[in-house]
């Protein structure tokens, strides 16, 4: 009886960690001195509100530092830092398409760094909210590699 029952706490504990790895990952591309970023940050902010079971994660890529005044060297270490973290979430194609460039989000597939969708400035937080949903739905029923978002596609600069 002991047997089952730990069977079963370990089973319930297992499915409860494997819900609360997220599914989907706002990659943010973002700085303190940008007006967009600072009309965008707290409308993903408020529509993360309806996600709080860890099924979406918000992933900053923050070029706060690199700023005009900034040397070459110092540009050059907050990019390379940029490029890692953008590595660790397989977003690394995001990196070339955006870096540098801020206002802008994109929700990936956590799981492979697929895209599903974009945010701008001109969204508000409920269009926002209502397009995780469809991006969390891509990435938790769809097929990797053929998840396909409604809309618009991620403008390539």
Known sequence: MRALLASIILSLTAAISASAEPSVKIIN?????CPNCQILNPRIDEALEAFEDGSIERVDL?????RPSSS???RGQVQAELIELANEHQVAYLWDWYGGITGIAVA??????EPLACFMRPMTAKAIKGQLRLAKMLAEQ????ERVPDGPDCPVL
């Open 108 to 113: 990936v597939s956590a799981d492979n760094g």
């Open 142 to 145: 769809g097929t990797s590699g």
């Open 72 to 74: 070459v060297a110092e």
């Open 62 to 66: 923050d070029v706060t530092r690199i």
């Open 29 to 33: 591309f973002t700085a303190d001195w």
